[in-house]
């Protein structure tokens, strides 16, 4: 088996993934497109890009996060490169949590946004990452061509 193959590899049967997939990718769609175009209230590539390495984070990092964010969503949405996608926004959480929200702590307050929400993505994105896209996804119908 390919390394294609063992990433697009999937059970078209199953459900889980499938609500796991919509419900990380609509949680991250929004974040993406603030990041990437200023919808939803956000800032836009260059806002974001020069808040994060105005926080520290290397250009290539703070690059990475803002297309990782806006494209990640996407393919969890449709269902393709599931695996990779849930595999980055798990990494990006992971990023957010420890750098910029670990002060807060575990629960949101008054103060600021706590890591529950990060903790609750990278959960799941671990969840997709095993299991792949699920029940309607692209990888699904890829990879059914690939064996085939």
């Known amino acids: 088996m390919s390394v294609l193959q063992k990433l697009l590899k999937t059970d078209s049967s199953d459900y889980i993934s499938l609500?796991?997939?919509l419900t990380l990718g609509l949680f991250f769609f929004p974040h993406?497109?603030?990041?990437?175009f200023g919808w939803f209230g956000?800032?836009?590539?260059?806002?974001?890009?020069?808040?994060?390495?105005?926080?520290?984070?290397?250009?290539?990092?703070?690059?990475?996060?803002?297309?990782?964010?806006?494209?990640?969503?996407?393919?969890?949405?449709?269902?393709?490169l599931t695996r990779f996608s849930a595999a980055s926004l798990g990494v990006i959480m992971i990023g957010a949590a420890i750098l910029m929200h670990r002060a807060i702590g575990f629960v949101s307050t008054q103060a600021g946004l706590g890591w529950e929400l990060h903790f609750l993505a990278i959960g799941i994105s671990i969840a997709l990452t095993?299991?792949?896209?699920?029940?309607?996804?692209?990888?699904?119908?890829?990879?059914?061509?690939?064996?085939?």
């Open 19 to 21: 609500i796991l997939r």
């Open 32 to 36: 993406g497109m603030q990041k990437l």
């Open 42 to 80: 956000g800032y836009g590539f260059e806002g974001t890009y020069g808040f994060l390495t105005g926080a520290g984070l290397p250009g290539v990092v703070a690059f990475l996060v803002i297309i990782g964010e806006s494209f990640g969503s996407l393919g969890l949405l449709t269902g393709f």
């Open 130 to 148: 095993i299991r792949g896209g699920g029940m309607a996804s692209v990888d699904g119908i890829l990879g059914g061509k690939l064996k085939g």
